[in-house]
């Protein structure tokens, strides 16, 4: 059976990996990832388009100088976006998304095995810990940096824009991200917790084994031959 602090701090890591888990599914479940302002012109009018979306589902507003407005518009985002390089990004953000949330379900199952168990010297102990925070970090941030560069440098916004409202012409964006985007930030702080709580109880461990050892290294030659 593991000591009681070895079960105190991996069960702590399982509760920040846990953590991580329900953000994750929160930003999966959540629309509030950007909203982007764009302002166009058609034939008649012109005025702004309101786009909020998030990984799957979004809502578009419409809001004129002069001229009868659309209504407000719910849309699937990649049933929206079509055959496209934007679709593409945008499903490869959402994979590297899914990987993360995996690799931090196996972090919980892996910390909390560790708090009832001893599989130190395998991959099921520490290691493989460290192994499933990391690769849920770098998961989280890829998918991160490919939904930015999606929605700065390919134009995703204004490609939904333009399936949504196909007679306007955008003249200018601007994108504010929400809090389904930033939360990924706690996703790699909960991460990064989860990581050090177990280096922790590394360094204890050791220390203890060190302790453990002083009483021989400095008793009397005699009384070890003894």
Sequence with gaps: MPTTQKTLLFLSGFVTSLGSVVVICSILGTQEWVTSTIVFTDAISNGTIVITY????????????????????????????????????????????ILSLGASVL???????????????????PMGVYTWNGLSASFVFLTMLLFVGNTESNHLSEELSQKLYPDTVNKRTTHTY?????????????????????????????????????????????????
């Design 178 to 226: 929400g809090y389904s985007f930033w939360l990924i930030l706690l996703v790699i702080l909960l991460n990064i917790v989860t990581v050090v709580i177990i280096i922790f109880y590394q360094k204890a461990r050791y220390q203890q084994k060190q302790e453990q050892r002083k009483p021989l290294e400095y008793a009397p030659r005699d009384g070890i031959l003894f």
């Design 107 to 125: 972090s919980s199952v892996f910390t909390f095995y560790n708090s009832i168990s001893n599989p130190y010297q395998t991959f099921l102990g």
């Design 54 to 97: 998030g990984l799957f589902r979004g809502m578009s507003a419409q809001d004129l100088n002069e001229g009868l407005q659309d209504l407000d518009k719910n849309f699937e985002v990649l049933g929206t976006l079509g055959n496209s390089s934007q679709k593409s990004l945008h499903l490869v953000a959402v994979i590297f998304l």
